[in-house]
C-alpha cells in the first residue's frame, strides 16, 4: 500500500498497552464469548491513560467480533451441514421440523435450521476444555504481530 503510513509507530504504541498486563507466568483465560465486553473495559482502560487510537481499535474489534458472533450463529444451514455440526442425521433433524420442535428457518420444501436452534448430540470426545480460550497476552500478541496493517491508525 503505497503511501500507507508506517507500522512501527503503532505496533510500538500496542506494545506499550500490553505492558500493562505485565509479565504474568498465567494470565487470565477468556472466553471468546467474553472477549467484546472485555475489550470494551480495556479500551475505557486505555482512554484513561490516553490512548484514544488502541482504545479506538479495541472497540472496533469488540464490535467486528459481535458481528461475526451474531452472523455464524444465525446462518441458516441446510439439513445436510445441520446434521454434521449437530451430530444428528438429516432425518432426524427434519422429523424435528416437521414436529415442530424446532424452527424452520427456509421453505418447506428447502428446510433450513439456524446454527443457534440446532439441537446438539452429547458427544464424549467433546468436553468444555476444547473451546479455544485466549489470553489477555495471546490477543495482544496477535495483534502487534499482525502482518496486515488494514486497521492500524
Known sequence: MSGAPPLQ???DRI?????LLGDRPNPPVISPRDLPDVWREE?????????DP????????ARA?????????NE???????????GYTADHLGR????RKIHNAGAPDGPRIRRQDLPRKPRADVHCHDVPLFSKEQIARSIVNSEDGEHDD
Open 9 to 11: 509507530p503503532h505496533r
Open 15 to 19: 506494545r506499550a498497552a500490553t505492558d
Open 43 to 51: 479500551a475505557e482502560h486505555l482512554r484513561e491513560l490516553g490512548a
Open 54 to 61: 488502541q482504545a479506538g481499535t479495541l472497540e472496533w474489534c
Open 65 to 73: 467480533l459481535e458481528v461475526a458472533w451474531d452472523t455464524w450463529k
Open 76 to 86: 441458516e444451514l441446510p439439513l445436510g451441514p445441520a446434521a454434521e455440526e449437530s
Open 96 to 99: 424435528l421440523l416437521r414436529d
